[in-house]
C-alpha cells in the first residue's frame, strides 16, 4: 500500500475546499451558504496542519487554532446579520435578499 | 469482600477495558510510544467520512441535515488532526468548532422558518454559473497537484505529542521575542472576539 504522505492530506483538503465553493455558490438556504464557508475553513486548516507536520514545526497548528477562532466569530456575527435580515423581510431565500439590484 | 476477590481474579479478556490493554500492549513497544497502526485504513476512512459529510452538506435539502453532516465532516477532520500529530488543533477544534460553533448554527436553524426552506428548491437561480466556476476551481487544483506532484519533500515525521500543548503554550503565550512568536496575535485574536460579540448582540436587539 502506498504510504500516507503529506500529498495525500492535500488532496482531500482540495475536495472540501471545492465541496465548500460548491456550496457556497449554488445553495439557495443563506444558512447553508454560512455552512459552506465553514467547510471551506476547515480545509485550510488541514491544509495547514499537514504543512505542519511535514515541515516539523508548530506554526500551521497556531494558525489553524485562529482559524478556528476567526470562523466562531464570524459564524456569529453572520448568523447575527441572518436573524436581523430575517426580522426584517422573512426570508432566508438568497434570490430574494436583493436590495442592492438596481 | 469474597465477590469482590472473584471479581478481581476475572479474565481481564472478558472486560472490554481488558481487551483494550491487550491490544494496545501488542502494538505499544517497550518504550511506552505508540506506533501508527493502519494508518491507510484509517486515513482512507477519515477523508471518506469527511469528504461525504460535505457532500451531504451541499446537497440536502433539509437544514438542520446539513448541520448534522457538518459536524461528521469536523469530527472526521478533527480526527485527521489526531493523524497528523496534531492532538491540541483536535481538541480545539471539537470542542469549539462542533460543539460551540454548530450549535449556534442549529439555534439560528431553529429560530429562522424552516418548514416552508425543506420544501424550496435546494439550488438558486444562477447554479449553472457556480457550478462552472467550483469546476474551473477543481481544475485549477488538479493542474497543481499533477505538476507540483514532485516538490514536496516525502518526509513524514513523527512528532512529539506529549508535549504538543506546552510546545503551543509557549508559542502563544511566551514571552514575545524569541519563544512566544504568537503572543501578539492571541492579544488581537482576543480583540477581534471581543468585537464579534459586540456585533452579534447589537445585530439581534430589536431597538438598538
Known sequence: ?102 | MIPLFIWALDSPLQHPAGIAAFLISVVAPVNGEMAPVATPFFFYLLSGLAVAGGFFVVTRHNPVHCALALIVTLIAVAHLYLMLYAPFVAGVQIIVYAGGIMVLFLFVIMLVNIERASKDRRFNRIWPVGLAAACALMGLFVSAFVKGRGLFPDRMIKLPEASNTQEIATALYGEAGRMGQYTFAFEIASLLLLVAILGAVIMTKKRI
Open chain 1, 1 to 102: 500500500m502506498v504510504p500516507i504522505t503529506t500529498f495525500h492530506y492535500l488532496v482531500v483538503a482540495a475536495a472540501l475546499f471545492v465541496l465548500g465553493v460548491i456550496g457556497v455558490l449554488t445553495r439557495r438556504n443563506v444558512v447553508i451558504v454560512l455552512m459552506s464557508i465553514e467547510l471551506i475553513l476547515n480545509a485550510v486548516s488541514l491544509n495547514l496542519v499537514a504543512f505542519s507536520r511535514m515541515w516539523g514545526n508548530l506554526h500551521g497548528q497556531v494558525f489553524a487554532i485562529f482559524i478556528v477562532v476567526d470562523a466562531a466569530a464570524e459564524a456569529a456575527v453572520g448568523l447575527g446579520i441572518l436573524i436581523a435580515f430575517f426580522r426584517n423581510k422573512e426570508t432566508i431565500n438568497i434570490d430574494e435578499i436583493d436590495l442592492l439590484k438596481w
